[in-house]
Structure formats: C-alpha cells, structure tokens
C-alpha cells in the first residue's frame, strides 16, 4: 500500500512540475522570438515581396557557327526583348533594386533584370543597338583586365574582343546600361583558383588580401574610366568560397549574384539583394519557352 501510494504521489509531483516548466518556457519562447525580429532580420511582408527573374547572358554574334550554351544569335536576343515588351515586363537596373530597399522608389509591376557577364565586345555591336531600339536595360560586367587590354590595341573582332572603355563609357552614358564587377582577373574556370574560390592551400589571410585587391582594381578601373562606381558584384562562374561573400560585403557592395537558376524574391529588406540566382539563356529555346519558367 505505501509502494502504491508513493508512485502514485510521485507521479502527481512530476506531472505538476512539467506543468510548470511549460508554463515557464513558453512566455520565453515567445518574448525570443520577438527579440529577434526586432533585433536580427525584419518579418517578410509579403505585400513588399516582389519577383525578380535575372537572365544572363555571355555571347551574342549574328550568326553563330559553333553551338555553344554561351553564345546566342541576334536574332534570338532581339525575340527576348520583343517578348519582354509584349507580356509586361519592365527592364530595370541594380540601382533601382538598391532603392527599393531604401524605399527610395517602387518597382514595377513585373520587373525584369538582364546581365552580361566578361564584357564581350559583341555586347557591344549587336545587343547594344538593339536595347536602344526596344528602350531595354541591361547590366554589363566586364572583366576589367580584358577592357584595359582591349583599349590599348585595335582589335574589333566580334568572335573574341573585348569592349573597350570608350565603348564602355558610351552605353553607360546612354542611361541604358549600368556597369558593374566581375573582377580585374580572376576569370578563371582551371586550377590552382576557380573564379573567386579559395586556392588550396591558400591562408584565409591571404585569400582574402588577393580578392579584395583584385575586385578594388577593377573598381578603381571603372569608376575612373567610366565615373561610376559598381555597386554589385557578379561572380565568375557563381564560384566562391565561404568567405567571399564577407569580403565582398567588406567592400562595400549592396549586391551580389551567382548563377543559381531561380527567381529572387526581393524585399524592402537590403539583404534580399545578396547571392541572387540568375538563369542562364540558352541557344535554339524559343522565347516563349523559356520564359514560361518565370511565370509559373
């Protein structure tokens, strides 16, 4: 009878305490998550959460002879930017994303971000021309070592050169393209360093004594060619380490892409606007194909 009595007794204490730890916890619970929305990362509102698709582009010739998922013809551009204007898009810069997280301006409806990636001097001849026909705009990153290479020497082969800063400077001034980083040098896809990855071997030290000062001369280049200073910077391959971005932040960019097939959600936060995903556009897809994947 006294064992009976004393498991049920001690049954009855234990359930009371668990009571009261619950009790405990959960007003804890509570006042913690709120001390880290008011402290860490702002609540998503869904009302100020807009899509962006980023498309990328490399290459584009007039008619290209070799098949390659870089390069597309100007036909193929041209039916993006027709498609574009018929189904609402509105082409926009980094700019306006950075004003939208500082609640500067609003965006469109259905914005649309367009990226050229290394600063291909076919850029320049054949999608230029055409985003000034169709009132688009794009975002152009070059590989500044290939721009000072390409200002020195008369060389406008549109199958391998590079735009010049004169070029350059010209469709920056146009209001249609915003230039921005993709490196001074270190657009590589071989060992011993992929794009912007760590090398092995290499001290985090000293990898990040390399990248900063890669990524500062091609912004030193720009802003002193072009009299703008990039505020987003776009990996090379999307390869980086794990500290890359930290350095980049360090640097003062307010955005950065990698080449992660998907659309971004972009809020009033500035954060929203760190390693956005960017599709890559291939040849021989019909537009209206490829654009589908936005709109589902």
């Known amino acids: ?3 009976k009595c004393f498991f049920k007794n001690n049954f009855k ?3 009371i305490a668990t009571i009261f730890v619950l009790l405990l916890i959960f007003p804890c619970i509570y006042i913690f998550s709120h001390y880290q929305n008011a402290e860490g990362e702002e ?3 869904t009302e100020n959460v807009i899509n962006l698709p980023v498309l990328m582009y490399h290459l584009i010739l007039k008619n290209p002879k070799n098949k390659n998922k870089f390069i597309i013809s100007q036909k193929t551009f041209e039916e993006d930017l027709e498609y574009i204007k018929n189904n609402g898009y509105t082409t926009i810069l980094v700019q306006d994303l950075i ?3 500082e609640g500067k301006s609003e965006l469109p409806e259905k914005p649309i971000l367009l990226t050229f990636d290394d600063g291909a001097y076919n850029n320049y001849l054949y999608a230029f021309p055409l985003a000034k026909k169709y009132g688009a705009k794009f975002v152009f990153s070059p590989i500044a070592a290939e721009a000072e290479k390409y200002s020195g020497i008369k060389d406008e082969n549109p199958n391998y050169s590079h735009a010049n800063w004169d070029e350059i400077r010209e469709m920056s ?5 915003e230039i921005q980083n993709h490196t001074y040098n270190m657009h590589c896809s071989k060992n011993p360093r992929i794009g912007c990855t760590k090398k092995f071997g290499e001290s985090e030290e000293t ?3 390399n990248l900063s000062e890669d990524i500062s001369k091609s912004q030193e280049l720009i802003e002193k060619n072009i009299g703008k200073k990039p505020t987003a910077f776009f990996y090379p391959f999307g390869a980086c380490s794990k500290c890359s971005e930290k350095i980049i932040r360090s640097l003062g960019f307010r955005a950065t892409f990698l080449c992660e097939s998907r659309v971004n959600k972009i809020s009033k936060n500035p954060e929203s606007l760190f390693r956005l995903g960017r599709f890559l556009r291939p040849p021989d897809v019909p537009a209206e194909k490829f654009f589908s994947q936005f709109e589902k």
């Open 99 to 101: 004003n939208y997280t």
């Open 173 to 177: 001034d146009s209001g249609l393209v």
């Open 207 to 209: 990898y990040k004594r």
């Open 1 to 3: 009878m006294t064992v």
């Open 13 to 15: 204490n234990k359930f």
């Open 43 to 45: 609540p998503q509102n």
